[in-house]
């Protein structure tokens, strides 16, 4: 190799060390997160790349009825140009298993993975729907069970769509497989969620 080349070498990898750190600095700006969870939250925002400008908070939460995690929009930002919209994914603390409570850091990491990106996948969900629209979607989540069914099942879509299903089907997998997880919340999953036949069609049909 000449030294000219040598040189040209040097400079792209200077180059591509630049474009690597000003992205991280980036995407950091716009996504706050605990540490505890920051391998599983990255990991899944990499296969997100069109919410790397997204504002998203992801925050601990001492419980979320009937869930695990959960994304919604800020309300006062939905009010604001859809660029500027903000927008929170709550974790719960603790995970049931058995009536025995585990903390949800210590649920496996590709597990925690796969739940952040359906969380992920309903933000995207949301930034393709205009403020109105957004609200009646609110509203209808909090009293149509049908739509209920029709979000969630969107939302694993996305996240599929997005090449996630690895970890998409490990968490429907690890829920439905566990033996000592309660059956309702196994019913749930099942009534509202893919199951993991319907993913790989999806998959096949990218």
């Given at each position: ?97 058995s009536?025995k409570?585990?903390?949800t850091?210590?649920?496996p ?56 299903e ?34 790989m ?6």
């Amino acid at each position: 190799m000449s030294q000219k080349q040598s040189h040209n070498l040097f400079i792209l990898v200077i180059l591509q060390i630049i474009i690597h750190f000003s992205y991280s600095m980036k995407a950091q700006e716009h996504h706050i997160y605990p540490d505890s969870l920051k391998d599983e939250i990255q990991l899944a925002l990499d296969y997100f790349p069109q919410l790397t400008d997204v504002k998203i908070t992801f925050k601990f939460k001492s419980d979320i009825k009937k869930s695990t995690m959960q994304a919604q929009p800020d309300f006062k930002s939905l009010f604001k140009a859809r660029s500027k919209r903000e927008y929170y994914i709550f974790i719960s603390e603790k995970f049931k298993i058995s009536d025995k409570e585990f903390k949800t850091v210590n649920v496996p990491s590709d597990i925690i993975t796969g739940w952040i990106g359906h969380e992920l996948g309903h933000i995207l969900d949301y930034e393709n729907r205009g403020t109105f629209n957004l609200i009646w979607f609110g509203i209808r989540y909090l009293y149509m069970e049908k739509h209920i069914v029709e979000a969630e099942r969107s939302a694993d879509t996305f996240a599929v769509n997005q090449g996630m299903e690895e970890y998409i089907l490990k968490t429907k997998n690890f829920i439905l497989n566990h033996a000592d997880i309660d059956e309702n919340y196994k019913k749930r999953i099942k009534r509202y969620y893919l199951s993991p036949e319907e993913i790989m069609q999806i998959v096949q049909e990218r």
